[in-house]
């Protein structure tokens, strides 16, 4: 398994050193745009707003934008060294909690932790004691340049640790529009819906949820590729080298002369023309 993050987290005098392994995969179907004329891939440029130029990697800087059309510029240098600074510190658990005071709306993503050199046992000290105590421990992490708040838990013998949004990232609910202030239900309307969930309500089975779009995509484009149904881009027209050659000779020859040099045309001319005048004075 991957590891994306290295470090250590403690506990009072405890010292852990840890890795982190993302514990959740995206498997959203990526689908590709085309040009529905020649079914070739669209690419997307980086085009400035007003040079109307396209932008190279190196030519970008990232700024914060403090009002409309006014910029702060960063440079990596400054956001290098201050996330340094910060992802070289140590994870420390400030507060024991029971999860059930956390509302999920808080959680993030979630990575597994396994322990780095030395930190077997420390890392099942930690483990049994959080299943002994039916506690989550909350710590301070920076990850990819931001700090975030974590719950470190048990999961299936192994430590995990969830990202959780700050407070002030979290939207109030009370801005949600059109939500009844009060409930305009009958007691036999409510009763019935509470049988209703009584019959409904099971053991929570993870592997009996599908992800049933998922699956009748990936059998439509199974399908259609079995039927031949597929496509091929158009191949780009090169060139002539014929064309290529005439041009890059012309290109050439126009770099090469002289502003002031004529044509070999305009030379001819030019003589055709004095030799006629001086018959004319002669004559």
Same mark, same amino acid.
């Given at each position: 398994m991957h590891t994306m993050w290295k470090g250590s987290i403690s506990f009072g005098l405890v010292n852990i050193p840890i890795k982190l392994h993302t514990a959740t995969e995206d498997k959203d179907i990526k689908l590709r745009t085309l040009h529905n004329k020649c079914h070739a891939p669209i690419k997307y440029e980086k085009i400035c707003s007003v040079c109307e130029e396209e932008v190279k990697p190196e030519d970008i800087v990232k700024a914060y934008e403090y009002t409309k059309g006014k910029f702060v510029v960063l440079d990596h240098d400054d956001l290098e060294k201050l996330r340094k600074e910060? *992802?070289?510190?140590a994870v420390e658990i400030i507060d024991f909690v029971k999860i059930e005071q956390i509302?999920?709306?808080y959680f993030d993503r979630s990575y597994y932790?396994?322990?780095n050199e030395g930190g077997g046992k420390a890392y099942s000290l930690l483990r049994k004691a959080l299943q002994e105590t039916g506690?989550?421990?909350l710590a301070k992490i920076v990850i990819r340049s931001k700090e975030q708040m974590a719950v470190i838990r048990v999961y299936e013998n192994t430590l995990v640790m969830e990202t959780i949004h700050y407070p002030d990232e979290v939207r109030n609910a009370s801005d949600v529009p059109s939500v009844p202030s009060d409930d305009k239900v009958t007691k036999k309307e409510l009763d019935t819906a509470i049988m209703l969930i009584d019959q409904l309500t099971t053991d929570f089975t993870p592997?009996?949820?599908?992800?049933e779009y998922r699956t009748s995509l990936l059998e439509l484009i199974e399908?259609?590729?079995? *039927?031949?149904e597929t496509v091929t881009p158009a191949a780009k027209e090169a060139p002539t080298n014929v064309t290529d050659l005439m041009a890059a000779l012309q290109a050439s020859i126009d770099?090469?002369?002289?502003?002031?040099a004529a044509t070999p045309?305009?030379?001819a001319a030019a003589s055709k023309k004095k030799t006629v005048s001086r018959v004319k004075k002669e004559a």
């Open positions: 910060n *992802e070289d510190k509302d999920p709306i932790m396994s322990p506690k989550v421990g592997e009996k949820y599908t992800d399908s259609k590729r079995m *039927e031949k770099r090469t002369r002289p502003e002031n045309k305009k030379k």
